[in-house]
Every structure is written in structure tokens, then in C-alpha cells.
């Protein structure tokens, strides 16, 4: 029996010290926070997509950064194992489109309870408001913690589980990467990830709130595409959001820094432009004698209306009957091409994941345990991983601490 401490009571430390706990350690679980799995609790919109039930090659294929890193990791405790772990202290779980696992109660609260259920029955010595400062290293060896009010915890093993950068106010502040320095790792840049853009257009607050279902975007480094997807996307007061527009974030992240991009919407993706020239015709033969702003409430959210308008130079009062070919093709281009600069990401403070960490080369895969400093583990998003939405990031946060816990 060893003695191990976990610092970070999200979800790699807790996978990590239930892991350990079954492994008949003498475990304690370290959390600054006044209760468990801060985080966790407003994941997947309070509801925690807790994983994806997809198989393991689409697990891969969703993982941005270091994919190749997490192949121990992801087959030693699985999408699967996790699912039966969480059934195991009685959480009934459910699989919505893509795949995408909650708790049939769509309350995160209800998966924070499992696990606390798991950790005491593995054993596990829980620890609230205990902020750990420092590594002790001693002999070469990391040999504890020492905490914010001076207390020093002897360790045969520590797991460091402290999360990354983002969303701070759930505690996730940055302690991990500072440690692992200390402890001689290198941390790679730190950026925002799976965020929102922000766009200097000047009619971009006008369409804040505005949710477009099923449309196609294109993000453009000038002429070469750098990513697309179909999906939904949110208008905000500063820029673009929603699920479609997130993803892309951790793709382009880097070249934004560099100069704008350009993001093109296809509104009409079903429609190539000669169907759609026959719809907009078909809709402005119904409106024959109304003006052309009062033509277009079939083709568009209201709230694009305007928009539309002034982008489609076409004047608002216009007769629908005298607008020409070439307008009615402006207006149809704009519909499969709505363009939007982007000019920078939101911080942090939005950011659903950290992209960079510790550098993956530095820690033994099989393990998690770090090649530089013997007794050292690593778990979670502080290390260089991260994954699309869907459940990923957080099988990567299950799949590591899981390693991390087992192999000691
Ligand atoms: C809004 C939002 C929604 C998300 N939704 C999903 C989703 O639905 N599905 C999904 O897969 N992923 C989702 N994610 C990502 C997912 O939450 C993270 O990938 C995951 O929580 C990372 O787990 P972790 O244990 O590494 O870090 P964290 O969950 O951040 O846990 C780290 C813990 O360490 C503690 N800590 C830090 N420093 C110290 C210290 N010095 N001493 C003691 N304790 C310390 C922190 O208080 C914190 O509790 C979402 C993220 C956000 C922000």
C-alpha cells in the first residue's frame, strides 16, 4: 500500500483517485474548491456530456492535439469502461445524436454524486478548501505537497489533476502548469480553445442572439479553405459562436493571430445557386407588388432581413417585380457566400478547453507518470491533449487520470 495524493478534484483527479483506491492505495484527494467537480457541473450546458459512444477510431479522430499520446490511455479505460463505471453506483445513462452520452437525468449533479459514491467506496480521503502550493521534491523523487496554510503531505506518488486555464472561476487557474515547470517540465503556449471568434464587422451586434440551424460554414485563409462543417452557429454581440463555429476555433486558433480569415455561411446548403434562383424567383412571383423588404420573411430569419438588404445592394423599396437578374443573383451569391471577418478568439474566460500544457514527450504514455521526476503523475487537460465537442475532452480527462491512478 502507498501512499497517494491527487491535487484537483475535477475529473481526471476523481477518476484518478478511485483508480488508486481500488488499487488498495491509501488515497487523498485534494480540491481548493468547496466542493467537487466545479467544472463538471456546468458541462454540456449543466447537463455533462460525460463521453461519446462512438468507437475508438472516431475517438481518435476527434482529438486535436497528440492523438497518438492517448492510444494507452484511451484503450486501458475506455468510452465504454467509463459508461460502466458510472452504471455501477447506479447513474442511468442515455446516447443522443452523435453519439453524445448524459445522464438520463440531464443534471451534471447527478454524475458529480456517482463519482463522490465511487470515491468513498473506493476509499478515497476527500480534502475541500485545501489549495496545494508546491511539489516537495526530495532525493530526486517528488515526495508530496505542501498546501497554502503551510502544511506539508508526505506522498509516495502524487498525481497533479489540476486542469488548465480556462474558465477560471471554477478553479481551473493555472496551478498544474506552474508545478509541472517547477518539477523541469516544459509547458508548450497556452491558447483559448474551442471558443468564439470575434469579427470587426460593424453590423455584427445588430444580429446578437440570431441562431442559424443547418447551414454550412467555410472558414478562408484567403483562397484556401481551412475547415468547414455543417451545423449550428450563433450570432453574438461581437463576433460568432454556436457548436459548428467552436470546433473551428481550435483548427485556425493559431493562424488568427497572424491576420484576419474569413468565415463564409452558406444560409442554403440544400440548394445549389441555380435551385436557389428558382426558390428566391418561386418566393418573389408570390410577392409580385410588394416591396423587396417585404419579399424575403420565407428565405430568411427576420432578424437577417436588413442585413441582407443593405449587403444585397438591392434598395429596400424596390418593387420585387423590377428587380433584375443580376440583383436576384447578387442576393443568391450573398445566400451561399454571407461572409464574416474574423479578427481575433475570446479569452479564456469562454474557452471550453485549453489548447498546450505540459508537453506530452515528457511523460510516459502507459503510465502518465513523468520521465523527469519519478513519483510524479499528470492527468487532464494540463497536459498538451485536447479534443472537438462531443464528449471528448472529458474521456481524455476519464482515460488519463484512470492510467494515472492504476499504474501506481
Ligand atoms: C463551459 C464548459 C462546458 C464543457 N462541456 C463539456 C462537455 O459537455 N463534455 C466534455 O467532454 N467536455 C466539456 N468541457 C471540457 C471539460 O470540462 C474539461 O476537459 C475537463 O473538465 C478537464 O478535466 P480536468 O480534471 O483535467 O480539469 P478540471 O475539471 O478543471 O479540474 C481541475 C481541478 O483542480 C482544482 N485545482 C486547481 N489547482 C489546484 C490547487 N492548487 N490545489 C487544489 N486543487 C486545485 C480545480 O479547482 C479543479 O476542481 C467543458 C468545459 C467548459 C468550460
Not at 64 to 86: H, I, R
Request: charged fraction near 25%.
Amino acid at each position: 500500500m502507498r501512499n497517494v495524493i491527487v491535487v484537483g478534484g475535477g475529473a481526471a483527479g476523481m477518476a484518478a483517485a478511485y483508480a488508486a483506491g481500488k488499487n488498495k492505495h491509501r488515497v487523498t484527494l485534494l480540491e481548493k474548491n468547496e466542493k467537487l467537480g466545479k467544472k463538471l457541473y456546468i458541462t454540456g450546458k449543466g447537463r455533462c456530456n460525460i463521453t461519446n459512444a462512438g468507437d475508438m477510431e472516431d475517438l481518435f479522430a476527434h482529438v486535436v492535439t497528440n492523438s497518438k499520446f492517448l492510444y494507452s490511455a484511451f484503450y486501458g479505460f475506455t468510452n465504454q469502461d467509463m459508461m460502466e463505471l458510472l452504471e455501477k453506483y447506479g447513474l442511468r445513462l442515455k446516447v443522443e445524436r452523435g453519439s453524445r452520452v448524459f445522464p438520463e437525468s440531464d443534471k451534471s449533479s447527478d454524475v458529480i454524486k456517482t463519482l463522490s459514491a465511487a470515491l468513498k467506496d473506493a476509499g478515497v480521503t476527500v480534502r475541500l478548501q485545501t489549495e496545494v502550493k508546491d511539489l516537495i521534491i526530495r532525493d530526486g523523487r517528488c515526495a508530496g505537497v505542501l498546501l497554502l496554510n503551510g502544511e506539508k503531505l508526505d506522498a509516495d506518488a502524487v498525481i497533479l489533476a489540476a486542469g488548465g486555464l480556462s474558465y477560471p472561476a471554477t478553479g481551473s487557474t493555472g496551478d498544474g502548469y506552474r508545478m509541472a515547470k517547477v518539477a523541469g517540465h516544459e509547458v508548450t503556449d497556452l491558447h483559448p480553445g474551442l471558443v468564439p471568434f470575434i469579427s470587426s464587422e460593424s453590423w455584427i451586434g445588430e444580429l446578437q442572439g440570431l441562431s442559424l440551424k443547418n447551414v454550412t460554414v467555410t472558414i478562408w485563409d484567403g483562397k484556401k479553405k481551412l475547415y468547414q462543417e455543417m451545423g449550428e452557429m450563433l450570432f453574438t454581440h461581437f463576433g460568432v459562436s454556436g457548436p459548428a463555429i467552436l470546433s473551428a476555433s481550435s483548427l485556425v486558433g493559431k493562424r488568427l493571430k497572424k491576420g484576419p480569415l474569413m468565415l463564409g455561411i452558406d444560409l442554403k446548403p440544400a440548394l445549389n445557386h441555380q435551385q436557389l434562383d428558382e426558390r428566391i424567383l418561386r418566393d418573389f412571383e408570390a410577392s409580385k407588388n410588394r416591396q423587396f423588404k417585404n419579399a424575403l420573411d420565407k428565405l430568411y430569419p427576420a432578424r437577417l432581413i436588413p442585413v441582407m438588404i443593405r449587403r444585397s445592394g438591392i434598395p429596400e423599396d424596390k418593387k420585387v417585380n423590377e428587380i433584375t437578374r443580376e440583383e436576384r443573383g447578387r442576393l443568391g451569391a450573398l445566400t451561399k457566400n454571407f461572409t464574416v471577418e474574423l479578427t481575433g478568439l475570446r479569452g479564456f474566460n469562454e474557452a471550453i478547453i485549453t489548447q498546450g500544457g505540459v508537453r506530452v514527450k515528457e511523460i510516459n504514455p502507459s503510465t502518465m507518470e513523468s520521465r523527469l521526476l519519478p513519483g510524479l503523475y499528470m492527468a487532464g487537460e494540463m497536459l498538451d491533449l485536447d479534443a472537438y465537442t462531443g464528449g471528448y475532452n472529458l474521456q481524455i480527462a476519464w482515460s488519463t487520470g484512470w492510467t494515472a491512478g492504476s499504474s501506481i
